[in-house]
């Protein structure tokens, strides 16, 4: 109990951190993410993953601005304990919609750890990844490829309904902030957090195949910029901004059951 808590400490301190001196807040409209995903079960409760997403465009314009399809491995050790591969491949007319609005990266692979346990009748997951978000030139874009850290932890609990349906409340919080090994010397000091991101969600299982997630998230992006002055060089305003997007979205996933899966498997929310 004593190692979750301190997670969930190192966790509150960082959103804290990046709430607390927060100058300027601007909340964007609502952006809709639609998911589909195709899961194979593999020996145990290993998996491979393919899923296809599109958002929309919350400044408005075409209705849907970017789509994303993803892939991933998974490899459980035992109950607790597991890793694996990803890569994100992102295309649109817009190139900064990755996971997080703001965050640019067209190609996308990484790899992650996860620790699964329990808090009374609740499960409780910690996820850490690593990633590399690559960028291409598209329409005279200057973004820049970065190394990502990403922090999720989230806590859920199955109910069963029937032979075949039950459904999971879930709650997640998950923090990302650029790997920074060496900062310029004239390079503004960075945000504890860039981005920060809070989903509430209930998984619908109604068959050991088919299930789908209606969910809700507001993400927010940690902005620090130069601060504005008036003409005696006070500061009006300051450089610090939090950029907050409602999101609401729809995970439908199909499970096919591999000749070495059993349909009883312990299959992880579709926010892998």
Request: charged share 20%.
């Amino acid at each position: 109990m004593h190692y979750y808590s301190s997670i969930l400490c190192v966790a509150g301190g960082c959103l804290l951190a990046t709430t607390a001196t927060a100058q300027r807040r601007d909340v964007r409209s609502l952006t809709l993410l639609p998911e589909a995903q195709v899961e194979l079960a593999l020996k145990g409760n290993d998996y491979l993953l393919a899923g296809f997403n599109l958002i929309t465009n919350p400044d408005g314009g075409s209705t849907f601005a970017a789509g994303q399809f993803r892939l991933g491995y998974e490899h459980f050790w035992n109950e607790r304990w597991s890793a694996g591969a990803t890569l994100r491949v992102l295309g649109g007319s817009n190139y900064s919609y990755g996971d997080f609005l703001g965050l640019d990266g067209n190609v996308t692979p990484g790899v992650l750890v996860r620790h699964s346990g329990k808090i009374g009748a609740f499960n409780f997951g910690q996820r850490l990844a690593l990633e590399y978000a690559t960028t291409f030139d598209a329409v005279g874009s200057n973004n820049e490829s970065r190394a990502l850290t990403r922090l999720r932890l989230d806590l859920d609990r199955v109910f069963p309904l029937g032979e075949k349906l039950a459904i999971r409340p879930r709650i997640a919080y998950e923090v990302v902030t650029y790997l920074r090994l060496q900062r310029d010397e004239n390079q503004l000091k960075e945000r504890v957090v860039d981005f920060g991101n809070l989903r509430a969600e209930v998984g619908v299982r109604v068959s050991p195949r088919i299930d789908f997630t209606p969910w809700v998230a507001s993400q927010t992006r940690y902005f620090k910029g130069l601060p504005s002055l008036d003409i005696n060089g006070n500061v009006i305003r300051s450089g610090r901004a939090n950029f907050v997007t409602p999101l609401a979205g729809l995970d439908v996933r199909l499970t096919l059951l591999g000749k070495k899966s059993n349909s009883d498997r312990q299959q992880l929310p579709t926010q892998h």
